[in-house]
Protein backbone atom coordinates (compact mmCIF):
# COMPACT_ATOMS: atom_id res chain seq x y z
CA UNK A 1 0.00 0.00 0.00
CA UNK A 2 1.73 2.99 -1.18
CA UNK A 3 0.08 5.77 0.17
CA UNK A 4 -1.64 6.37 3.48
CA UNK A 5 -5.14 7.23 4.48
CA UNK A 6 -6.03 10.54 6.12
CA UNK A 7 -8.97 9.25 8.07
CA UNK A 8 -10.42 5.69 8.46
CA UNK A 9 -13.89 5.47 8.86
CA UNK A 10 -15.84 2.44 10.90
CA UNK A 11 -19.76 1.51 10.04
CA UNK A 12 -20.39 1.10 6.50
CA UNK A 13 -24.53 2.05 7.14
CA UNK A 14 -25.65 4.58 4.96
CA UNK A 15 -24.57 7.81 6.66
CA UNK A 16 -21.23 5.98 6.77
CA UNK A 17 -20.95 4.89 2.91
CA UNK A 18 -21.76 8.63 2.52
CA UNK A 19 -19.82 10.92 4.79
CA UNK A 20 -16.87 8.28 3.22
CA UNK A 21 -18.04 9.73 -0.20
CA UNK A 22 -17.51 13.16 0.63
CA UNK A 23 -14.37 13.19 1.99
CA UNK A 24 -13.20 10.62 -0.83
CA UNK A 25 -14.66 13.73 -3.28
CA UNK A 26 -12.84 16.66 -1.38
CA UNK A 27 -9.85 15.07 -2.01
CA UNK A 28 -9.32 12.80 1.08
CA UNK A 29 -8.28 9.11 1.09
CA UNK A 30 -10.06 7.25 3.21
CA UNK A 31 -10.04 3.58 4.66
CA UNK A 32 -13.38 2.01 5.89
CA UNK A 33 -13.99 -1.06 7.86
CA UNK A 34 -17.29 -2.55 9.07
CA UNK A 35 -17.64 -5.94 10.81
CA UNK A 36 -19.80 -7.75 8.83
CA UNK A 37 -16.74 -7.34 5.65
CA UNK A 38 -18.85 -8.17 2.81
CA UNK A 39 -20.33 -4.58 3.43
CA UNK A 40 -16.81 -3.30 2.62
CA UNK A 41 -16.11 -5.39 -0.10
CA UNK A 42 -19.51 -4.73 -2.06
CA UNK A 43 -18.89 -0.72 -1.13
CA UNK A 44 -15.08 -0.26 -2.57
CA UNK A 45 -16.03 -2.67 -5.41
CA UNK A 46 -19.67 -0.78 -5.94
CA UNK A 47 -20.06 2.28 -5.71
CA UNK A 48 -16.31 3.25 -4.16
CA UNK A 49 -14.95 2.11 -6.97
CA UNK A 50 -11.72 3.15 -8.61
CA UNK A 51 -11.66 6.11 -5.48
CA UNK A 52 -9.44 6.66 -3.26
CA UNK A 53 -10.93 4.50 -0.21
CA UNK A 54 -9.24 1.65 1.11
CA UNK A 55 -11.09 -1.34 2.31
CA UNK A 56 -9.93 -3.04 5.22
CA UNK A 57 -10.82 -6.16 7.02
CA UNK A 58 -10.03 -6.05 10.41
CA UNK A 59 -9.38 -3.26 12.77
CA UNK A 60 -5.18 -3.86 12.89
CA UNK A 61 -5.28 -3.39 8.91
CA UNK A 62 -7.41 -0.22 9.17
CA UNK A 63 -4.84 1.32 11.94
CA UNK A 64 -2.01 0.15 9.91
CA UNK A 65 -3.48 1.97 6.24
CA UNK A 66 -3.48 5.07 8.27
CA UNK A 67 -1.24 8.30 8.12
CA UNK A 68 -0.01 9.13 11.71
CA UNK A 69 -1.64 10.65 14.05
CA UNK A 70 -4.32 8.04 12.96
CA UNK A 71 -7.75 9.39 13.22
CA UNK A 72 -10.93 6.91 13.40
CA UNK A 73 -14.22 7.73 12.85
CA UNK A 74 -16.89 5.46 13.98
CA UNK A 75 -20.31 5.81 12.81
CA UNK A 76 -21.91 3.07 14.98
CA UNK A 77 -25.14 2.56 16.59
CA UNK A 78 -24.86 4.41 20.24
CA UNK A 79 -24.55 2.47 23.45
CA UNK A 80 -22.63 -0.44 24.82
CA UNK A 81 -21.28 -0.69 20.84
CA UNK A 82 -19.37 2.51 21.45
CA UNK A 83 -17.52 1.43 24.41
CA UNK A 84 -16.55 -2.06 22.96
CA UNK A 85 -14.92 -0.41 19.79
CA UNK A 86 -12.68 1.98 22.23
CA UNK A 87 -11.63 -0.63 24.25
CA UNK A 88 -10.76 -2.68 20.66
CA UNK A 89 -9.14 0.28 19.21
CA UNK A 90 -6.77 1.86 22.09
CA UNK A 91 -4.02 -1.10 22.47
CA UNK A 92 -3.67 -0.54 18.38
CA UNK A 93 -3.56 3.21 18.23
CA UNK A 94 -0.50 5.06 19.98
CA UNK A 95 -0.38 8.79 22.29
CA UNK A 96 -1.68 11.47 19.92
CA UNK A 97 -4.35 9.75 17.81
CA UNK A 98 -7.96 10.57 17.71
CA UNK A 99 -11.08 8.98 17.85
CA UNK A 100 -14.29 9.79 16.85
CA UNK A 101 -17.76 9.65 17.76
CA UNK A 102 -20.02 10.62 14.96
CA UNK A 103 -23.18 9.13 16.42
CA UNK A 104 -25.62 10.41 18.26
CA UNK A 105 -24.43 9.17 21.71
CA UNK A 106 -26.11 10.66 24.90
CA UNK A 107 -23.66 13.79 26.02
CA UNK A 108 -22.77 12.11 29.77
CA UNK A 109 -21.17 8.73 27.84
CA UNK A 110 -19.20 11.15 25.77
CA UNK A 111 -17.89 13.11 28.87
CA UNK A 112 -16.87 9.90 30.51
CA UNK A 113 -15.33 8.22 27.10
CA UNK A 114 -13.50 11.66 26.75
CA UNK A 115 -12.18 11.22 30.23
CA UNK A 116 -11.02 7.69 29.84
CA UNK A 117 -9.57 7.85 26.32
CA UNK A 118 -7.22 10.73 27.38
CA UNK A 119 -6.46 8.72 30.35
CA UNK A 120 -4.79 6.11 27.76
CA UNK A 121 -2.97 9.13 26.36
CA UNK A 122 -5.21 9.39 23.23
CA UNK A 123 -7.56 12.08 22.14
CA UNK A 124 -11.56 12.11 21.80
CA UNK A 125 -14.09 13.83 20.02
CA UNK A 126 -17.32 13.42 20.16
CA UNK A 127 -19.39 14.77 17.26
CA UNK A 128 -22.67 15.41 16.02
CA UNK A 129 -23.56 14.86 12.74
CA UNK A 130 -26.98 15.88 11.05
CA UNK A 131 -27.96 16.16 7.88
CA UNK A 132 -29.04 12.85 7.34
CA UNK A 133 -28.42 10.59 4.25
CA UNK A 134 -28.35 14.07 1.95
CA UNK A 135 -26.32 15.95 4.31
CA UNK A 136 -24.01 13.17 4.70
CA UNK A 137 -22.98 13.21 1.21
CA UNK A 138 -22.99 16.43 0.39
CA UNK A 139 -22.25 18.45 3.70
CA UNK A 140 -23.52 17.87 6.77
CA UNK A 141 -24.14 20.27 9.78
CA UNK A 142 -21.17 18.89 12.57
CA UNK A 143 -21.05 19.76 16.50
CA UNK A 144 -17.53 18.84 17.77
CA UNK A 145 -16.63 18.76 21.14
CA UNK A 146 -13.96 16.80 23.33
CA UNK A 147 -10.22 16.72 23.25
CA UNK A 148 -9.60 20.29 22.24
CA UNK A 149 -5.78 18.94 21.44
CA UNK A 150 -7.72 17.08 18.97
CA UNK A 151 -9.39 19.70 16.87
CA UNK A 152 -6.73 21.43 14.79
CA UNK A 153 -5.77 17.19 13.61
CA UNK A 154 -9.63 17.06 12.05
CA UNK A 155 -10.28 20.68 11.20
CA UNK A 156 -9.13 20.57 7.72
CA UNK A 157 -11.33 17.19 7.07
CA UNK A 158 -14.28 18.18 8.96
CA UNK A 159 -14.18 21.82 7.57
CA UNK A 160 -14.03 20.50 4.31
CA UNK A 161 -17.05 17.99 4.21
CA UNK A 162 -19.37 20.60 6.47
CA UNK A 163 -21.65 22.15 4.71
CA UNK A 164 -21.45 25.97 3.92
CA UNK A 165 -23.49 29.22 4.18
CA UNK A 166 -23.66 31.69 1.78
CA UNK A 167 -20.39 33.38 2.15
CA UNK A 168 -18.42 29.86 2.53
CA UNK A 169 -18.42 29.64 6.13
CA UNK A 170 -18.34 26.33 7.42
CA UNK A 171 -20.77 24.77 9.53
CA UNK A 172 -18.28 23.25 11.71
CA UNK A 173 -16.66 24.33 14.67
CA UNK A 174 -15.07 23.53 17.87
CA UNK A 175 -17.76 23.60 20.14
CA UNK A 176 -16.09 23.09 23.57
CA UNK A 177 -14.79 20.19 25.57
CA UNK A 178 -15.84 16.83 26.85
CA UNK A 179 -19.62 16.12 25.89
CA UNK A 180 -20.39 19.59 24.41
CA UNK A 181 -20.64 18.55 20.89
CA UNK A 182 -23.19 15.95 21.85
CA UNK A 183 -25.22 18.04 24.19
CA UNK A 184 -25.94 20.89 21.79
CA UNK A 185 -26.39 17.97 19.02
CA UNK A 186 -29.12 17.02 21.31
CA UNK A 187 -30.32 20.01 21.87
CA UNK A 188 -30.49 20.29 18.02
CA UNK A 189 -32.62 17.70 18.12
CA UNK A 190 -35.03 18.43 20.60
CA UNK A 191 -35.50 21.89 18.52
CA UNK A 192 -36.19 19.67 15.40
CA UNK A 193 -38.87 17.48 17.57
CA UNK A 194 -40.41 20.81 18.07
CA UNK A 195 -40.26 22.41 14.85
CA UNK A 196 -41.91 19.41 13.30
CA UNK A 197 -44.77 19.04 15.92
CA UNK A 198 -45.20 22.58 15.37
CA UNK A 199 -45.46 22.43 11.95
CA UNK A 200 -48.01 18.97 12.10
CA UNK A 201 -50.43 21.14 14.29
CA UNK A 202 -50.22 23.74 11.60
CA UNK A 203 -51.41 20.61 8.82
CA UNK A 204 -53.73 19.56 11.49
CA UNK A 205 -56.03 22.54 11.87
CA UNK A 206 -56.13 22.90 8.28
CA UNK A 207 -57.04 19.99 7.55
CA UNK A 208 -59.58 19.59 10.62
CA UNK A 209 -60.44 22.93 11.30
CA UNK A 210 -60.04 24.52 8.01
CA UNK A 211 -61.37 21.71 5.83
CA UNK A 212 -58.32 22.00 3.63
CA UNK A 213 -56.97 19.49 1.06
CA UNK A 214 -53.29 17.93 0.44
CA UNK A 215 -53.31 20.31 -2.49
CA UNK A 216 -54.36 23.17 -0.74
CA UNK A 217 -51.77 22.99 2.12
CA UNK A 218 -48.66 21.97 -0.80
CA UNK A 219 -49.78 25.57 -1.97
CA UNK A 220 -49.77 26.92 1.87
CA UNK A 221 -46.49 25.67 2.95
CA UNK A 222 -44.86 26.55 -0.39
CA UNK A 223 -45.84 30.16 -0.02
CA UNK A 224 -44.68 30.05 3.75
CA UNK A 225 -40.95 28.69 2.40
CA UNK A 226 -41.04 32.53 0.96
CA UNK A 227 -41.38 33.88 4.27
CA UNK A 228 -39.71 34.10 7.59
CA UNK A 229 -40.46 30.39 7.84
CA UNK A 230 -38.33 29.24 4.73
CA UNK A 231 -36.45 26.05 6.08
CA UNK A 232 -35.74 22.79 5.23
CA UNK A 233 -38.85 21.26 7.20
CA UNK A 234 -41.15 23.60 5.59
CA UNK A 235 -39.70 22.59 2.33
CA UNK A 236 -39.94 19.23 2.92
CA UNK A 237 -43.33 19.10 3.97
CA UNK A 238 -44.65 21.49 1.10
CA UNK A 239 -43.22 18.18 -1.32
CA UNK A 240 -44.56 15.64 1.00
CA UNK A 241 -48.88 16.98 0.40
CA UNK A 242 -47.90 17.08 -2.94
CA UNK A 243 -46.67 13.67 -3.55
CA UNK A 244 -49.71 10.97 -4.55
CA UNK A 245 -49.93 7.21 -4.59
CA UNK A 246 -50.43 5.15 -6.93
CA UNK A 247 -54.05 5.75 -6.89
CA UNK A 248 -54.00 9.43 -7.30
CA UNK A 249 -54.79 10.06 -4.05
CA UNK A 250 -52.30 12.07 -1.19
CA UNK A 251 -49.84 9.47 -0.32
CA UNK A 252 -49.23 10.97 3.21
CA UNK A 253 -52.95 9.83 4.63
CA UNK A 254 -52.20 6.81 3.85
CA UNK A 255 -49.50 6.87 6.39
CA UNK A 256 -50.68 5.41 10.18
CA UNK A 257 -50.49 8.40 12.68
CA UNK A 258 -48.43 6.62 15.38
CA UNK A 259 -44.72 8.24 15.02
CA UNK A 260 -41.51 6.31 16.40
CA UNK A 261 -38.45 8.45 18.11
CA UNK A 262 -35.02 7.39 18.73
CA UNK A 263 -34.58 9.27 22.47
CA UNK A 264 -32.92 12.37 21.70
CA UNK A 265 -36.05 14.11 22.43
CA UNK A 266 -36.43 12.43 25.56
CA UNK A 267 -32.78 13.20 26.40
CA UNK A 268 -33.23 16.79 26.27
CA UNK A 269 -36.47 16.70 28.12
CA UNK A 270 -34.34 15.32 30.82
CA UNK A 271 -31.46 17.15 30.84
CA UNK A 272 -34.15 20.19 31.01
CA UNK A 273 -35.75 18.76 34.33
CA UNK A 274 -31.82 18.28 35.85
CA UNK A 275 -31.20 21.97 35.06
CA UNK A 276 -34.14 23.34 35.86
CA UNK A 277 -35.14 24.73 32.64
CA UNK A 278 -38.80 25.01 31.55
CA UNK A 279 -38.19 23.45 27.90
CA UNK A 280 -42.13 23.10 27.95
CA UNK A 281 -42.24 23.41 24.03
CA UNK A 282 -39.79 20.34 23.07
CA UNK A 283 -41.14 18.15 25.92
CA UNK A 284 -44.87 18.48 24.72
CA UNK A 285 -43.40 17.30 21.40
CA UNK A 286 -42.11 14.78 22.96
CA UNK A 287 -44.98 13.53 24.70
CA UNK A 288 -47.11 14.23 21.88
CA UNK A 289 -45.49 11.48 19.95
CA UNK A 290 -45.99 9.09 22.86
CA UNK A 291 -49.50 10.02 22.08
CA UNK A 292 -49.65 9.55 18.73
CA UNK A 293 -48.31 5.69 19.64
CA UNK A 294 -51.44 5.36 21.55
CA UNK A 295 -53.41 4.84 18.51
CA UNK A 296 -55.91 1.71 19.72
CA UNK A 297 -56.70 3.35 22.65
CA UNK A 298 -57.31 6.80 20.67
CA UNK A 299 -59.58 5.23 18.35
CA UNK A 300 -61.61 3.76 21.36
CA UNK A 301 -61.95 6.98 23.27
CA UNK A 302 -62.91 8.88 20.42
CA UNK A 303 -65.98 6.27 19.75
CA UNK A 304 -66.51 6.36 23.47
CA UNK A 305 -67.00 10.17 23.88
CA UNK A 306 -68.43 10.64 20.91
CA UNK A 307 -66.43 14.21 21.27
CA UNK A 308 -68.62 17.27 19.50
CA UNK A 309 -66.07 19.17 17.48
CA UNK A 310 -67.03 22.88 16.80
CA UNK A 311 -66.94 24.45 12.95
CA UNK A 312 -64.69 27.00 12.29
CA UNK A 313 -66.62 30.49 11.32
CA UNK A 314 -64.36 32.96 10.55
CA UNK A 315 -62.64 34.00 7.53
CA UNK A 316 -60.38 31.34 5.95
CA UNK A 317 -58.03 33.51 4.72
CA UNK A 318 -57.18 35.34 7.39
CA UNK A 319 -56.92 32.39 9.80
CA UNK A 320 -54.27 30.54 7.39
CA UNK A 321 -52.27 33.68 8.02
CA UNK A 322 -53.04 33.66 11.73
CA UNK A 323 -51.56 29.79 11.69
CA UNK A 324 -48.51 31.39 10.08
CA UNK A 325 -47.98 33.90 12.49
CA UNK A 326 -48.51 31.38 15.36
CA UNK A 327 -45.87 28.67 13.78
CA UNK A 328 -43.59 31.85 13.95
CA UNK A 329 -44.19 32.91 17.28
CA UNK A 330 -44.04 29.20 19.01
CA UNK A 331 -40.95 28.39 16.95
CA UNK A 332 -38.92 31.49 18.43
CA UNK A 333 -39.99 30.18 22.04
CA UNK A 334 -38.61 26.75 21.10
CA UNK A 335 -35.73 28.10 20.13
CA UNK A 336 -35.47 30.61 23.29
CA UNK A 337 -35.91 27.55 25.12
CA UNK A 338 -33.28 25.15 23.44
CA UNK A 339 -30.75 28.21 23.78
CA UNK A 340 -31.36 28.69 27.89
CA UNK A 341 -30.87 25.51 28.35
CA UNK A 342 -27.13 25.14 26.46
CA UNK A 343 -26.78 28.07 28.42
CA UNK A 344 -27.64 26.68 31.45
CA UNK A 345 -25.67 23.20 30.97
CA UNK A 346 -22.39 25.38 30.12
CA UNK A 347 -22.65 27.06 33.40
CA UNK A 348 -22.85 23.05 34.73
CA UNK A 349 -20.28 21.38 32.95
CA UNK A 350 -17.91 24.59 32.23
CA UNK A 351 -18.31 24.91 28.82
CA UNK A 352 -17.70 28.18 26.97
CA UNK A 353 -19.78 28.03 24.28
CA UNK A 354 -20.83 30.60 21.65
CA UNK A 355 -24.36 30.86 21.13
CA UNK A 356 -23.58 32.72 18.32
CA UNK A 357 -21.39 30.47 15.98
CA UNK A 358 -23.63 27.68 16.96
CA UNK A 359 -26.73 29.32 15.15
CA UNK A 360 -24.31 29.34 12.35
CA UNK A 361 -23.39 25.39 12.87
CA UNK A 362 -27.14 25.21 12.19
CA UNK A 363 -27.66 27.53 9.22
CA UNK A 364 -26.91 24.57 6.77
CA UNK A 365 -26.86 20.88 6.41
CA UNK A 366 -28.85 20.04 9.31
CA UNK A 367 -32.49 19.10 9.23
CA UNK A 368 -33.79 22.74 11.34
CA UNK A 369 -31.63 24.55 8.88
CA UNK A 370 -33.61 27.39 8.06
CA UNK A 371 -32.99 31.91 7.04
CA UNK A 372 -34.45 32.25 10.71
CA UNK A 373 -31.27 31.16 12.63
CA UNK A 374 -29.12 33.98 10.79
CA UNK A 375 -31.44 36.18 13.22
CA UNK A 376 -30.41 34.42 16.34
CA UNK A 377 -26.62 34.55 15.59
CA UNK A 378 -27.30 38.46 15.35
CA UNK A 379 -28.90 38.65 18.11
CA UNK A 380 -25.92 36.97 20.38
CA UNK A 381 -23.26 39.14 17.90
CA UNK A 382 -25.22 42.03 19.37
CA UNK A 383 -24.96 40.58 22.81
CA UNK A 384 -23.38 37.53 23.36
CA UNK A 385 -24.61 37.63 27.47
CA UNK A 386 -28.77 37.81 26.13
CA UNK A 387 -30.56 35.91 28.77
CA UNK A 388 -33.49 35.09 26.24
CA UNK A 389 -34.08 35.46 22.60
CA UNK A 390 -37.32 37.11 23.41
CA UNK A 391 -35.32 39.81 24.86
CA UNK A 392 -33.51 40.84 21.82
CA UNK A 393 -34.69 44.00 19.88
CA UNK A 394 -35.30 42.26 16.97
CA UNK A 395 -37.31 39.01 18.21
CA UNK A 396 -38.80 41.35 20.58
CA UNK A 397 -40.52 43.56 18.00
CA UNK A 398 -41.46 40.47 15.83
CA UNK A 399 -43.36 38.42 18.69
CA UNK A 400 -45.06 41.61 19.58
CA UNK A 401 -46.76 41.37 16.25
CA UNK A 402 -47.29 38.01 16.08
CA UNK A 403 -49.34 37.53 19.77
CA UNK A 404 -53.00 38.67 18.43
CA UNK A 405 -52.94 36.07 15.71
CA UNK A 406 -51.29 33.11 18.12
CA UNK A 407 -54.34 33.92 20.62
CA UNK A 408 -56.40 33.42 17.67
CA UNK A 409 -55.47 30.10 16.72
CA UNK A 410 -54.69 28.62 19.99
CA UNK A 411 -58.37 29.87 21.34
CA UNK A 412 -60.24 28.51 17.52
CA UNK A 413 -57.78 25.33 18.32
CA UNK A 414 -59.74 24.65 21.75
CA UNK A 415 -62.90 25.83 20.42
CA UNK A 416 -62.99 23.48 17.78
CA UNK A 417 -61.57 20.19 19.32
CA UNK A 418 -58.24 20.25 17.55
CA UNK A 419 -55.03 19.50 19.79
CA UNK A 420 -52.28 21.98 19.53
CA UNK A 421 -49.79 21.07 22.11
CA UNK A 422 -47.00 23.17 21.25
CA UNK A 423 -48.91 26.17 19.75
CA UNK A 424 -50.72 25.89 23.33
CA UNK A 425 -47.58 25.27 25.68
CA UNK A 426 -45.27 27.94 23.73
CA UNK A 427 -48.08 30.75 24.49
CA UNK A 428 -48.29 29.37 27.69
CA UNK A 429 -44.60 29.50 28.59
CA UNK A 430 -44.69 33.44 26.87
CA UNK A 431 -47.27 34.37 28.70
CA UNK A 432 -45.62 33.44 31.84
CA UNK A 433 -42.72 34.72 31.44
CA UNK A 434 -44.01 37.93 30.79
CA UNK A 435 -45.84 38.07 34.17
CA UNK A 436 -44.10 39.89 37.04
CA UNK A 437 -46.73 38.30 39.48
CA UNK A 438 -47.23 34.47 38.90
CA UNK A 439 -49.40 32.40 41.41
CA UNK A 440 -46.15 30.99 42.83
CA UNK A 441 -46.67 32.49 46.27
CA UNK A 442 -49.97 30.56 47.00
CA UNK A 443 -47.84 27.19 45.45
CA UNK A 444 -45.01 28.43 48.19
CA UNK A 445 -47.58 28.80 51.06
CA UNK A 446 -49.14 25.45 50.16
CA UNK A 447 -45.80 23.75 50.67
CA UNK A 448 -44.78 25.68 53.81
CA UNK A 449 -48.46 24.83 55.15
CA UNK A 450 -47.73 20.87 54.80
CA UNK A 451 -44.35 20.43 54.69
CA UNK A 452 -42.78 23.36 56.41
CA UNK A 453 -40.95 24.45 53.30
CA UNK A 454 -40.62 28.14 54.14
CA UNK A 455 -41.20 30.74 51.68
CA UNK A 456 -39.59 34.29 50.75
CA UNK A 457 -41.16 37.50 51.44
CA UNK A 458 -41.90 40.27 49.32
CA UNK A 459 -40.94 42.96 51.99
CA UNK A 460 -37.48 41.33 52.66
CA UNK A 461 -34.32 40.58 50.45
CA UNK A 462 -34.13 38.13 48.42
CA UNK A 463 -32.01 34.93 50.42
CA UNK A 464 -33.85 35.14 53.75
CA UNK A 465 -36.45 31.89 54.29
CA UNK A 466 -39.43 32.09 56.95
CA UNK A 467 -41.70 29.54 58.22
CA UNK A 468 -45.47 30.16 59.33
CA UNK A 469 -47.21 27.79 62.00
CA UNK A 470 -50.26 28.46 59.72
CA UNK A 471 -52.61 25.57 61.98
CA UNK A 472 -50.97 26.89 65.22
CA UNK A 473 -50.25 23.11 66.29
CA UNK A 474 -47.04 23.08 64.27
CA UNK A 475 -43.84 23.85 65.12
CA UNK A 476 -41.18 26.06 63.98
CA UNK A 477 -38.84 23.39 62.40
CA UNK A 478 -38.60 23.96 59.09
CA UNK A 479 -37.39 21.53 56.22
CA UNK A 480 -34.09 21.96 54.19
CA UNK A 481 -34.95 24.23 51.54
CA UNK A 482 -34.16 22.25 48.02
CA UNK A 483 -33.72 24.27 44.58
CA UNK A 484 -33.67 22.83 41.12
Known sequence: MNKKADIGLIGLAVMGENIVMNMESKGFTVSVFNRTTSKVDSFVNGRAKGLNIIGTHSLEELVGSLAKPRKVMMLIKAGSAVDEMIDTLIPL????????????????????????????????????????????????????????????????????????????????????????????????????????????????????????????????????NKTELDSYLIEITADILAKKDEDGSPLVEKILDTAGQKGTGKWTGIAALDEGIPLTLIVESVFSRCLSAMKEERVAAQSAYNVNRGEFQGDKAKMIEDIRKALLASKIISYAQGYLLMASAAKTYGWNLNFGSIALLWRGGCIIRSTFLGKIKEAFDLNPQLPNLLLDPYFKGMVSNLIPSWRQVVANAALCGIPAPTFSSALSYFDGYTTA?????????????????????????????????????????AATIYTV
Open 437 to 477: NLPANLLQAQRDYFGAHTYERVDQSRGKFFHTNWTGEGGDT
Open 93 to 224: LEPGDVIIDGGNSHYPDTMRRCEYVEGKGLLYIGTGVSGGEEGALKGPSMMPGGSEAAWPIVKPIFQAICAKVEDGTPCCDWVGSNGAGHFVKMVHNGIEYGDMQLICEAYHLMRDMLNMSDDEMHEVFAQW
